[in-house]
């Protein structure tokens, strides 16, 4: 009993050095999540210089750590960089607006939060925003208003591009490269989809990969290293009983054994 649980003992501590590090990034990014949040904050009280000096310490923050052991791709370090340097022109730029400076702070912190939180990424609280926009493109194509109908486009497309990034860092496969070829084509051909009825079924194709492309993502949603936590806590303590029961049940039947004796 007792090799045994020593076993069990030894199996938990060699499992300890990966669960910390696993704690670390996560306490890292946690880090960085929180610093992307306040950017967006003082953007939105337009603070900006305030902003530009947080976003600094975020450079240093990120630089420091080691994306060699990180899960990070040359694709997601791409995306974030770029998505960091749309934010600080958001707050160094001397003629952009304020909507267009509080859109590229909040694309900025949404894909911060994708790999920070990436079982549970706010991007996802753009569903209604996204399937009332499309909503809205499908109302002004039937009543063929082509200049309603390319503002409403362009508002759709500021707000996929808000959320772009993030999606990209979140979601990977075919799923959203159908997306970004639907998208493409309707910034290119916008007008076009009113007069031609082949054009727009892609209107409604888009719908649906929408809403199957925010299902998919909750349905993802669990922690899979929480899950194995669980799993080999939990294995190791159906062993230990199993163990203890099996030697009780030993030691009963030896003991009736020698009574019959």
Known sequence: MRSFLLIIISILILSMPSYSYATEHKEYWSSLNDTSDKVLQLVKQEKYEEAKQL?????????????????????DLQII?????RAMESVTAVSMNHVERVRLATEFRLVVDALASPHHPLWLSSEQSIMKSLNELKGTMQQKDAQAFRHKV????????????????????????????LVQFMDRYG???????????????????????????KEDSADPSLIWVMLTIGGMIIMSLSYVGWKKYRAEKRRVKERNH
Do not use: C
């Open 191 to 217: 007008t076009d989809m009113i007069h031609d009825t082949s054009m727009q079924k892609q209107l409604f194709v888009m719908e649906k990969e929408f809403q199957n492309l925010y299902q998919q993502v």
């Open 154 to 181: 362009n508002e759709f497309l500021r707000l996929y591009q808000m959320i772009r990034p993030a999606l990209l860092v979140s979601v990977e496969g075919e799923q959203v490269q159908k997306i970004e070829s």
């Open 81 to 85: 960089t770029k998505s960091f340097e």
């Open 55 to 75: 976003l600094d310490y975020f450079s240093k923050q990120f630089l420091s750590i080691d994306h060699q052991q990180s899960s990070l791709s040359m694709s």
